[in-house]
């Protein structure tokens, strides 16, 4: 029975390291690339190791343009789009899981129904919304005359700070709490709010660590809707910089574009280093595996 | 106490939304483009949006916008870029969606007939009729930018393909350099001669073309041999005749052969280039990358419109200069479109560019600065002619690609690719 047992686990982390190669090929891939020249890529002969490894790319690539200020751009949406998105997400779970009133299923299966409709769709809408909001960039009360929040910061983060994933993960998670617990709360005069600000945030580590990391990888990669909102190179986001820095009409310079990519997968890397523990605890007790 | 910090935080994260819509504030620097135009002091803010990446053509149009704006310290211009195909769609898409266009659009042929029978490009013509310096532009910067008898823009440059081809690679193989091919027949021939193998692999190619991703070979080719591809007027395809599969069976050859180096068709990956190559139809583009990477064998190349059959025709993709009808400023946008078209700033793209000089007083100035090129490259621009002016471009070079890579690979004979991509395309269409 021991032996059986044995080999199972044997198998599965076979299993397990081979996947993991896997996925780990094209990161491996990404990173020698971005220390080839470009006659080393472009040769006919594929060679997996640089000749030279050319640290050189990493400074090279990181000259061309204000990386600083697309660093600094796409943190600053990232950070915003995911603080404002945990409190807006946990607070609507928490109603949803929680706080009993007429049409709740309702109003939840009306949520749930954006996480069906493509971001596509929705694109040009929500472009024309953000474009006509009223009193802002020279817009009036009507939304008319101005450009309303195109190439401005708040129309890269008001589209992502709610979401239906969002609130169908944390609902979920909050379901898992005993109704006792509520009638505990109640009984030590605890409102809703408070109930939810004393007893239910304390608990969402996991949570909110997991929605942490799936926002943040969500803005921080997204590339279309950065492109069509911001309009000049003071305001661009990485993922929109590295494509426009490296990729041109005449020639695509590889070593540089995998260096840069290298360097903005960084933070995200960090971040679920820090996270991951929650992360999958999170996701393990939001019933989301598999 | 910890209530209070999530309520502080909170009212922080409310704050930090405040701050950013002010960044989008009426008075703000950078905020939009073609709204905010026009107040009382007659200041009028044009917005540019330009197809293409390349960093030079970025440093030569933000030079050429300085300059302007300092003669007309009244004009603001916001200068933006993107990329070809889908991202340019999509950001055209929204922005014309929203009613926040450009007031100028630096765009492929491929946009013109999309955008113009939407209502989006406006109509030139009457801005052309009273320009001084309408004569002095070449022609087929009018035609390509003229759709169905209205002038939507004019070509700003024309990436005329022309075919390049190695002297001493010639003469290696006891060939003419004075003497480059006319006819398709001497173009294979020509090609067995030059290609050079090692074993099987075919380290050299007498005669280069992607066989991935390329519409434009079978295009021109077709073209040559007589072939229309695409009813204008009906709007319709026409490509499955017996002129393009003829055309399409020539290159079959060529694989048949074993005369090929199989690549993408990517202006980095060309055996031209990397000296692979004693024959391959490119740009003067590439002529300017490979005078300026300083490889030794520059000066072995030479140039010719390339052979011809019914007629001769080269694949030209055009660059337009197009204004937006949602434009509120159509004089000032006209106004900074005549100075793009002045000889000086036209000669300032092609120096930094590689554009065409697009304007006839400027040909023998391009003939001096580039003598080695300069006469055949404009020969053939006589022979460019672009993609299809129909609303559906991007299909017609989908099914022109598919055709011609199904087709290089073995993987259907030449009837069979151009009939199944003439249905696909149909199909696509709901016809």
């Known amino acids: 029975m021991r032996s059986k047992r044995k080999l199972k686990n044997v198998l599965v982390i076979i299993l397990l390291t081979i996947l993991c190669i896997i996925f780990l090929i094209p990161l491996f891939l990404m990173i020698l690339t971005s220390l080839k020249s470009m006659p080393e890529i472009m040769a006919s002969k594929f060679v997996l190791f640089p000749e030279k490894a050319l640290f050189s790319n990493y400074i090279e690539a990181m000259q061309r343009g204000n990386w600083l200020g697309y660093f600094g751009n796409s943190f600053f949406v990232t950070a915003l789009t995911v603080l404002i998105s945990l409190i807006l997400n946990s607070m609507a779970g928490y109603g949803f899981a929680r706080i009993p009133f007429r049409g709740r299923n309702t109003l939840f299966f009306f949520a749930l129904t954006g996480m069906m409709v ?105 590339y279309m809707w950065p492109l069509i909102m911001i309009n000049n190179d003071e305001k661009m986001t990485i993922q929109v910089a590295v494509i426009s820095k490296f990729v041109t009409e005449v020639n695509t310079q590889w070593n540089l574009l995998m260096a840069a990519t290298a360097m903005i997968i960084l933070p995200l890397l960090i971040l679920f280093l820090f996270t991951q523990k929650y992360f999958v605890e999170g996701i393990v007790t939001t019933g989301m595996k598999g | 106490m910890k209530h209070l910090k999530v ?81 340019l769609d ?18 492929p042929i491929s946009t013109i007939a999309q955008r113009a029978s939407m209502g989006q490009y406006a109509a030139l013509d009457d801005y052309i009729a009273e320009w001084d310096e309408k004569d002095n532009v070449i022609q087929t910067a009018y035609d390509v930018a003229n759709y169905k008898g209205k002038q939507y823009g004019i070509a700003i440059n024309i990436e005329a393909s022309m075919l390049f081809y190695r002297k001493d690679y010639f003469e290696e193989a006891g060939l003419d350099p004075n003497k480059p091919p006319q006819t398709w027949e001497e173009l294979l021939d020509y090609a067995e001669k030059l290609t050079v193998r090692e074993g099987d692999d075919v380290v050299r190619a007498g005669f280069a073309f992607p066989i ?8 021109q080719f077709a073209r040559q041999n007589g072939a229309t591809l695409v009813d204008e007027e009906k709007d319709e395809a026409t490509f499955n005749d017996e002129k393009t599969i003829e055309a399409l069976e020539y290159f079959t050859q060529y694989a048949d ?37 300083g490889v030794d064998w520059a000066d072995q190349m030479m140039f010719s419109p390339g052979p011809g059959r019914e007629k001769i025709s080269t694949f030209g993709g055009c ?21 793009l078209f002045t000889d000086d700033v036209v000669w300032k793209l092609v120096e930094e560019t590689g554009a065409t000089a697009v304007k006839t007083g400027l040909e023998d100035k391009f003939n001096e600065a580039y003598p080695d090129i300069g006469p055949a490259y404009l020969e053939t621009l006589q022979y460019t002619e672009g993609m299809p002016k129909v609303e559906w471009a991007s299909l017609f070079e989908t099914a022109m690609k598919t055709a011609f890579e199904e087709a290089m690979y073995g993987k259907k004979d030449a009837k069979t690719a151009l009939d199944d991509a003439y249905n696909q395309l149909n199909s696509e269409r709901g016809i």
């Open chain 1, 118 to 222: 493509p971001t596509q769709v929705t694109m040009i809408p929500v472009f024309i919304n953000l474009k006509s909001f009223p009193l802002v960039g020279g817009n009036d009360l009507f939304g008319n005359g101005g450009t309303g929040m195109i190439n401005t910061y708040a129309g890269l983060i008001l589209p992502y700070i709610a979401g239906a994933f969002g609130v169908f993960l944390c609902r979920q998670f909050y379901m898992n709490f005993p109704a006792s617990l509520d009638d505990a709360a109640k009984i030590d005069g605890c409102s809703r709010l408070t109930a939810y600000f004393r007893i239910y945030l304390p608990l969402s580590k996991p949570i909110l660590a997991t929605l942490a990391v799936l926002k943040a990888s969500q803005t921080w990669n997204d």
């Open chain 2, 7 to 87: 309520t502080a935080l909170l009212a922080a994260a409310l704050m930090a939304v405040g701050s950013m819509t002010a960044c989008g504030g009426v008075n703000s620097p950078d905020s939009g483009s073609t709204a905010d135009k026009g107040n009382s002091s007659g200041d009028v803010t044009l917005s540019f949006l330009r197809a293409g990446t390349s960093e030079d053509a970025q440093i030569a149009y933000q030079a050429i916008i300085d300059e302007y704006t300092k003669a007309n310290p009244n004009v603001k211009i916001e200068y933006q870029q993107i990329g070809f195909g889908t991202e």
């Open chain 2, 90 to 107: 999509t950001k055209l898409n929204t922005l014309y969606a929203s009613g926040a266009a450009p007031d100028l659009v630096r765009g």
């Open chain 2, 212 to 219: 991935s991703s390329n519409h434009q070979t079978l295009i």
């Open chain 2, 257 to 293: 052969k074993n005369l090929i180096i199989p690549f993408v068709n990517q202006k980095d990956q060309n055996p031209f280039e990397l000296g692979n190559a004693a024959m391959q139809y490119l740009t003067l583009n590439t002529y300017v990358t490979i005078k300026a990477s």
């Open chain 2, 319 to 339: 660059q337009i200069m197009f204004m937006s009808e949602q434009s509120k400023n159509k004089d000032a946008a006209w106004d900074f479109m005549k100075h």
